[in-house]
């Protein structure tokens, strides 16, 4: 592959997320065997992980998506807006965020008090990215693919400024 003028390096490539992507569903199915969790996919960064994800769950299950906002270009701003909501209810089911990564917890937080509210029997995080040195509040993901430094990274849906997402890798954006 040519070296992108934007890409400092690949972080993670398309062999070692496909193959975590498979662990995490086998790990989701045998987890949740005997019940039909929700997979609730945070748009639009979780979209390639999402997809990926489902196909490697053998458990029967439903799927919803949400979106929710809280970055501007390479820095979170603190408040999170809800974008587009579930289109049922969640009441007694036992819901599994995906999400693309969990940087500052801001928007995970809020989210799993808004499902608790809304009833929700249990709520998990399974993220493809998890960055713990950015964390303002705690948020625990269930499920990780992988664990990174304090690097922005963009690729399989993860974004700047709503480019990028269609890299088949996750790659380190190169500071202008």
Partial sequence: ???????????????????RVQELGRQISADYRGKKPLFVGI???????????????????????????????TSSTGH?????????????????????IVDTGLTLEYLQNHLKDRGAASIEICCLLDKPANRKVEVHPKYVGFTIKDEFVIGYGLDYNELYRNLPYIGVFKKQ
């Fill in 1 to 19: 592959m040519a070296q992108q003028p934007f890409l400092e390096r690949i972080l993670i490539s398309e062999e070692q997320l496909a193959t």
């Fill in 43 to 73: 748009l639009r960064g979780c979209i390639l992980f999402y997809s990926d994800l489902i196909k490697n769950v053998s458990v029967d299950c439903t799927l919803d998506f949400m979106c929710l906002s809280s970055y501007s270009g």
């Fill in 80 to 100: 999170v807006r809800t974008m587009l909501d579930l289109r049922e209810s969640i009441q007694d089911r036992h819901v599994i965020i995906v999400e693309d």
